[in-house]
């Protein structure tokens, strides 16, 4: 069975190393991204499972990010990870296509929960989507 694929997005690259480290110690295949106007082409060459993104990014925003990405794949599940932890932040990460937010700082075993969880879910609605397409 092939490892899950997620596209990281943080710019920030003491945080960026650990995050991906941990992932991979954990069978996750994780490609890092640096810059926002980078994203686009990693995501459309990786295919991820999930995308794992920040908000705030030189060149272009994860919220831009998340509404670029909805447009090639309407499904995949999004996670924000940010500092930014006012409420209309959140509310505007769920508006454009965001499916979970977390604050920094986390805790690891939090955000690999979370992956997991809408990994679960995302493949739970697959299944049901094919059956009823059948």
Known sequence: ??????????????????????????????????????????????NPDICVLDVMLPNKDGYSIAQSIRKVNATIPIIFVTAKTQTEDLIKGFEVGGNDYLRKPFSMEELIVRVNNLLHLTQKLSFISKRIHC
């Open 1 to 46: 069975m092939s490892k899950t694929k997620i596209l990281y997005v943080e710019d920030e690259p003491f945080l960026g190393r650990i995050v991906k480290e941990s992932l991979e110690v954990r069978d996750f295949e994780v490609r890092m991204v640096t810059d926002g106007k980078l994203v686009q082409n990693v995501f459309e060459e990786l």
